[in-house]
Every structure is written in structure tokens, then in C-alpha cells.
């Protein structure tokens, strides 16, 4: 439920696709949290999975260009799940789809590691459900997440 | 997002991080610990007080770690929290960095 007695933050966070632009959800998503009351684990859960999901679709889904509009929009869904839905007006960009979610296997040598790509493996694994649908003209990803009281 | 080193005993580099390893964060450590690779054989990163960790943030662990790697030196990650633990192990890191929450331990095994 609500916290009383506190300002509602914003349902909607408005990004451009930049990745400094990241820097606005750490505080959209800890007023959120105030608000929901949300755990420490699962404020952690959703602030990765936003950051993973938003900077993969500016890096590839907008393929690195700026002033592209990607919106976050956060709502209750019972008392204690959360769905953000993220919407970008990119060209087809499915981060489940199968080019893009198999996941690497496990590095075998530390010249192996990739520093990047574990943002789909991060997303699996911490996001309580995830859902893709193609737009007319863009994309919706669904990312669900429950928490204890 | 702050970071400190520290030189211990047995040749041992110690670099503390302190903060969000989000992308804003990593980007502010990322050349420092660059530089700390370039000359460190033993190197302790400290993850204790590391309140969260993104995929850009491993980056800023993995790189530093494949340089000291590369010059023969040893990488040991120092007791991360429950989730940044959680992190670090379902990106697989884990089975090449060693991860200790003893500090001993962790001393021990960059011998």
C-alpha cells in the first residue's frame, strides 16, 4: 500500500537515449521504493533490471543514437508486485529473442570473460517475470517484480 | 562512487570501492582502477561496501582483472554483499576471480 503522507513520485520516468540519462532512475526508482515500501533486495532487483534492459536498448536497440524517447512506466499490480513497462520507438529489438538471449556460456579463462553481455543473463535472473511484445513502430518490455511485505 | 588503495604486506594491493557500480559509477572509477592494473601483481578489490553492481560495473572489475591476469599477477574480490555476490556469480565471475568474505583467506590466496 501507499506510504502516507508522502509525495507520490511520478508513474512515468521519460528518458532520452543517452546512457548519461541513466543517472534519473536510481532516484525515480528509490521514491518508488518509499512509496511501495519495497525491500532492499528487490530496490536492487529493479534498479538492475531497469539499467540492463535501458541501456541495452539504447547501445542496440537504438543502436547508440541520441534523442530517441524511451519511456519507463512503473505500476502496482496487488499489494506486493510491481510491473514496469518500458516502451522505445526503436526498430524490431527483441533482448529475449533467441539471437540475443542465449546466453554465453560460462567463461572457462579469464581471457574469456566478456566485459559486456551479461545483461540479458542479469535480467533472467533477477527480474520475477519478463514479457516482449513488438509495436507498431516499436517495442514494449514487461518486467515484473514481487516482493514480501 | 569512491576508491582508495591501500599497499599491504606481501606485496598485496588493496583497492577499496565504495558506492553504486552502476554506469555512472563505474565510469568513475574505471580509469583509476585501469591504472591500478597496470602495475599491480596481487590485487584485492574490495567489494564491501559496494551497494550495487550493474553489468558496467563488472566491466570495471573484469578488465582491471584480465590486465594484472595478463601480466601474471592474481585477482582476489573481497566481501561483496549478499546481492552483488548474487551478481558476480550468475555472470560467472565467480568461477575465475575467487570470491572471500575472510580477509585472511583472501590474503592467502593471492600467495
Known amino acids: 500500500m501507499p506510504a502516507e503522507n508522502t509525495v507520490q513520485p511520478e508513474p512515468r520516468l521519460s528518458l532520452q537515449s543517452e546512457l548519461d540519462e541513466l543517472a534519473r532512475l536510481w532516484p525515480w526508482v528509490e521514491a518508488l521504493a518509499a512509496e511501495y515500501a519495497i525491500p532492499a533486495d528487490t530496490r536492487f532487483a529493479i534498479h538492475l533490471c531497469l539499467e540492463e534492459a535501458l541501456s541495452n536498448i539504447i547501445r542496440h536497440g537504438y ?15 496487488g ?3 510491481l510491473v514496469f513497462t518500458i516502451e522505445d520507438q526503436a526498430p524490431l529489438f527483441d533482448p529475449l529473442a533467441s539471437a540475443t538471449a542465449e546466453e ?3 567463461p572457462s579463462s579469464i581471457d574469456q570473460l566478456r566485459p559486456g553481455g551479461q545483461g540479458i543473463r542479469l535480467l533472467r535472473k533477477f527480474a520475477g517475470s519478463l514479457a516482449y511484445e513488438r509495436l507498431t513502430g516499436g517495442n514494449r518490455l514487461t518486467i515484473g517484480f514481487v516482493f514480501p511485505r | ?38 602495475s599491480a601483481k596481487k590485487l584485492l578489490i574490495d567489494l564491501e561496501k559496494v551497494s550495487f553492481l550493474g553489468s558496467m560495473g563488472l566491466r570495471s572489475i573484469v578488465l582491471p582483472a584480465r590486465a ?18 548474487s551478481v558476480l556469480k550468475t555472470s560467472g565471475i565467480d568461477s575465475l576471480l575467487p570470491i572471500h568474505h575472510d580477509l585472511a583467506a583472501a590474503l592467502a590466496a593471492l600467495q
Open chain 1, 63 to 77: 543502436g547508440g543514437q541520441p534523442n530517441h524517447s524511451i519511456t519507463v512506466e512503473c505500476a502496482p499490480a
Open chain 1, 79 to 81: 499489494r506486493h508486485r
Open chain 1, 104 to 106: 554465453t556460456p560460462a
Open chain 2, 68 to 85: 594484472v591476469h595478463s601480466r601474471g599477477g592474481k585477482v582476489v574480490l573481497f566481501a561483496p554483499t549478499e546481492m552483488v555476490e
Open chain 2, 1 to 38: 562512487m569512491e576508491i582508495s588503495t591501500e599497499e599491504m604486506d606481501g606485496g598485496v594491493t588493496r583497492v577499496g570501492l565504495d558506492g553504486r557500480m552502476d554506469i555512472a559509477g563505474a565510469a568513475v572509477v574505471d580509469l583509476k582502477m585501469n591504472l591500478i592494473a597496470g
